[in-house]
């Protein structure tokens, strides 16, 4: 079992930045994906970055790419979602999840453990 606790969402004017926070506990984590994803209002849950915790590799959507970096702390068991440039369409709630076994999806029905969600708006 994982537990995933999100943090760092915000209230955020467009053009800014925030870095949201995914610390995991229950065991240590080790073949796993971890991926970050989003769901605005009246919308379905959307694939925003993932990365392998044993390669390191990345992946992230032209939605995203360029503005968006995600990256991992091996020693504090977390992952990050460093966000830039922020779009008034970036608003959401934000959710990491973790995929046990390496191969990054963005389907989040390949996810098995998902944290609470952090509330991420911009504002104009």
């Known amino acids: 079992q994982v537990q995933l606790v999100e943090s760092g969402g915000g209230l955020v004017q467009a053009g800014g930045s925030l870095r949201l926070s995914c610390a995991a506990s229950?065991?240590?984590?080790?073949?796993?994906?971890i991926g970050w994803f989003r769901q605005a209002t009246g919308k379905e849950r959307e694939f925003v970055a993932a990365?392998?915790?044993?390669?390191?590799?990345?992946y992230c959507p032209d939605s995203v790419k360029g503005r968006f970096t995600i990256f991992r702390d091996n020693a504090k068991n977390a992952v990050y979602l460093q966000m830039n440039n922020l779009k008034l369409e970036d608003t959401a709630v934000y959710f990491c999840?973790?995929?046990?076994?390496?191969?990054?999806?963005?389907?989040?029905?390949?996810?098995?453990?998902w944290g609470q969600g952090t509330q991420v708006t911009v504002s104009s």
């Open positions: 990365i392998s915790w044993t390669i390191g590799n990345t």
């Open positions: 999840a973790v995929r046990g076994g390496n191969g990054l999806r963005i389907s989040s029905a390949d996810y098995q453990y």
């Open positions: 229950g065991r240590t984590l080790s073949s796993d994906v």
